[in-house]
C-alpha cells in the first residue's frame, strides 16, 4: 500500500510539472503552451492604433551598413520627410549617407556613431519615426529604448529573435501608444499585392491553405555581415529563424489576428551538412544547430493551414514560395507565376475564352489581363515611381511609401506591432519544436484576446 502511495505522488509530480509553467512553459492536450504575461494595468491595445497626422514625418536612421543606406535613399524621394539625423557604429558610414543627401538635394543631417551613439539619436525631440536597420540582436533594445522616447518605431526583419523580445516589443508599443512596425518588404511585392485584392474581391472563394518560404543560398553573402554576426547566429539556433518574408504575406491573406489567429506549429528540419561545412571554414565551429531545410506547419483557429520553409545553405534557386489555395482556385509564384481556376469562376470576366481548366495554369494573355483588372489600388498609385527609385525591384520603395502615407494621414499602418510579434516569434517556437522531437507548440496571442475584434486585412486609405 505503501508502495502504491509513493507511485502514486510519484504519478502526480510528472503530471503537475507537465501541466503547470516550467521553464517559462507547461505542456496542455501534447502542446507546448508558453506563458502570457498579463497585460499590466492601465496599458491598453494598440490593435486599429491612430495617431494624430503629421504634416511632416521627421526620421532618424540606425544602422547605415546594408540596408540603411538604401532607405534613406528611398526617403528622399518621398513627400513631407525630413532625414534629422543618421547613426551608425562606424562614422564613415554616417558619412556615405550624408553623401546620399548632399546628392539629393537634401542638408545634412545630426550625426551620430560609436557604441551609444543611437541612444542620444532617440533621444532628439526633432524626431518622429526611428528606423532601425541594424543586426538582429540590436532590434529589440534599439526598438523599445525609442518607443519609451516617444518615438514610431520601424524595425528591419526579424523584429525580435525570441519570445521574450516579441513580448517586450509589444507591452513597449501599448505603453508608449506609438506605431512600431517590422519593415516586412515582401507584402507589398507587385504579384502578392495583386493577389492579395484577388482573395480580398473573392476570386480564389475561401482560402483554406499558403506556403511561403524564405530559400535563398546566402553562400556569397556571409562575409558581407559585420562581424560575421548573421552565420553566428545560425551556428547557435535551431529553427526558421528568418520565417518572415514567407509568413507576412501568407498572414495577410489569412487575416490573421483580424478574424483569424495562429494556433500551433510543428516542425521538422534536416541535418546540418552545407551549414556546418560554412560554419566549420568561416568560424572553425565543430557544430552546427540550424539545420539545412527547416519545414513548419501551422493550424489556425478557423481550420486553415500553413506551410513554411527556411534554407539558406544548399545550391536552390531563390524562392519565397508564395502559394494560395482556395476552394475556386489557385495561385503560385516560385519558380512559375500562375493561376489557376474552377472554369465558372472566370465565365462571367473572360466569356470567349476557350482554354480555361483548373488543371492549368490559365493562359498568359489572361493572366496578364486579370492581373491588370486586379491590380492593387496601392500599386497602381505609386507603381511607377516604385520601378524608378527600386529597392528589391519596387517593394521596399512601397513599403516605405505606405509608412509615411499613414503617418501623415494619422491611419493605422499596414503591419501594426501585433504582425511584428507573430512572424518573428517563428524562429523560437520552431527551436522548441524541434528540440521536444518536432512536437506541437502553441503560438502565442499577442493581441491578449483581441484577434477577432477587427475582421479582414485591409490597408487603411485616407478617404476612409
Given at each position: 500500500m505503501k508502495n502504491s502511495s509513493l507511485l502514486l505522488c510519484a504519478a502526480f509530480a510528472l503530471l503537475l510539472a507537465a501541466c503547470c509553467g516550467r521553464d517559462g512553459y507547461r505542456v496542455v492536450d501534447?502542446?507546448?503552451?508558453?506563458?502570457?504575461?498579463?497585460?499590466?494595468?492601465?496599458?491598453?491595445?494598440?490593435?486599429?492604433?491612430?495617431?494624430?497626422?503629421?504634416?511632416?514625418?521627421?526620421?532618424?536612421?540606425?544602422?547605415?551598413?546594408?540596408?540603411?543606406?538604401?532607405?534613406?535613399?528611398?526617403?528622399?524621394?518621398?513627400?513631407?520627410?525630413?532625414?534629422?539625423?543618421?547613426?551608425?557604429?562606424?562614422?564613415?558610414r554616417v558619412e556615405a549617407s550624408q553623401a546620399i543627401l548632399t546628392r539629393r538635394g537634401f542638408p545634412r543631417a545630426?550625426?551620430?556613431?560609436?557604441?551609444?551613439?543611437?541612444?542620444?539619436?532617440?533621444?532628439?525631440?526633432?524626431?518622429?519615426?526611428?528606423?532601425?536597420?541594424?543586426?538582429?540582436?540590436?532590434?529589440v533594445p534599439m526598438a523599445v529604448y525609442a518607443l519609451e522616447h516617444g518615438k514610431h518605431v520601424a524595425v528591419e526583419v526579424p523584429a525580435a529573435m525570441s519570445l521574450d523580445e516579441c513580448w517586450q516589443l509589444v507591452d513597449a508599443a501599448e505603453r508608449a501608444q506609438r506605431h512600431c512596425m517590422m519593415l516586412e518588404n515582401c507584402v507589398y511585392d507587385f504579384f502578392e499585392l495583386t493577389t492579395l485584392n484577388m482573395a480580398q474581391q473573392g476570386l480564389f472563394g475561401e482560402v483554406l491553405h499558403v506556403e511561403g518560404s524564405y530559400i535563398h543560398n546566402l553562400e556569397p553573402f556571409w562575409d558581407a555581415y559585420q562581424g560575421n554576426w548573421r552565420l553566428s547566429f545560425d551556428q547557435a539556433h535551431r529553427g526558421d529563424v528568418y520565417a518572415t518574408h514567407g509568413l507576412g504575406p501568407a498572414c495577410q491573406l489569412l487575416d490573421i489576428h483580424r478574424g483569424d489567429k495562429m494556433n500551433y506549429l510543428v516542425s521538422v528540419d534536416t541535418k546540418s551538412v552545407c551549414g556546418a561545412a560554412v560554419a566549420r571554414e568561416k568560424m572553425g565551429a565543430e557544430t552546427f544547430a540550424n539545420g539545412d531545410h527547416t519545414l513548419t506547419l501551422i493550424s489556425t483557429e478557423r481550420g486553415r493551414t500553413i506551410l513554411l520553409e527556411h534554407n539558406v545553405y544548399t545550391p536552390r534557386p531563390y524562392s519565397r514560395m508564395y502559394q494560395l489555395t482556395g476552394t475556386e482556385g489557385f495561385a503560385n509564384k516560385y519558380p512559375v507565376e500562375g493561376y489557376a481556376f474552377r472554369p465558372e469562376q472566370l465565365n462571367a470576366e473572360f466569356p470567349d475564352h476557350e482554354d480555361l481548366s483548373y488543371h492549368s495554369f490559365i493562359p498568359e494573355e489572361v493572366k496578364e489581363e486579370l492581373m491588370e483588372r486586379y491590380r492593387h489600388p496601392i500599386a497602381s498609385s505609386i507603381e511607377a515611381l516604385a520601378r524608378e527609385v527600386g529597392g528589391h525591384g519596387g517593394m521596399d520603395f512601397i513599403m516605405d511609401y505606405r509608412l509615411v502615407y499613414c503617418l501623415r494621414h494619422g491611419l493605422p499602418l499596414d503591419q501594426d506591432v501585433y504582425d511584428a510579434a507573430e512572424w518573428s516569434c517563428i524562429g523560437a517556437l520552431t527551436a522548441a519544436s524541434l528540440e521536444h522531437g518536432s512536437q506541437p507548440v502553441a503560438i502565442p496571442d499577442f493581441t491578449r484576446g483581441d484577434w477577432n475584434k477587427i475582421q479582414g486585412y485591409r490597408h487603411a486609405l485616407d478617404e476612409e
Open positions: 501534447g502542446k507546448i503552451v508558453f506563458d502570457t504575461p498579463a497585460r499590466a494595468e492601465g496599458q491598453e491595445s494598440v490593435l486599429g492604433l491612430r495617431v494624430d497626422p503629421m504634416e511632416t514625418v521627421r526620421v532618424g536612421f540606425i544602422g547605415l551598413g546594408m540596408r540603411g543606406p538604401g532607405a534613406v535613399e528611398r526617403f528622399t524621394y518621398l513627400e513631407g520627410v525630413e532625414i534629422n539625423a543618421l547613426c551608425d557604429l562606424l562614422p564613415e545630426a550625426e551620430y556613431s560609436g557604441e551609444e551613439g543611437w541612444k542620444s539619436l532617440c533621444e532628439r525631440d526633432d524626431i518622429d519615426l526611428v528606423y532601425i536597420c541594424t543586426p538582429w540582436q540590436l532590434h
